[in-house]
């Protein structure tokens, strides 16, 4: 899957949990380590750490609470 999909994905996931109460940083994570595939989390891991480019700055506060790959 491209990065450019997976931060569209993840941006839409950050939007739908801006407006939600709660631990919104903590609903994007378990949202992506519960429905993204180990590949994707990956991915998305990796993007965060090389800059991450392009995401949400919630997805960016969920990295340290999505479920790494393996």
Known sequence: MSDEKLIRMANQIAAFFAVQPGDRAEGVAAHISDNWAAPMRAALL??????????????VDAAPHIRPAG
Not at 46 to 59: Q, T
């Open 46 to 59: 990796a993007h965060i750490a090389a800059g991450g480019s392009g995401l949400d700055a919630l997805v």
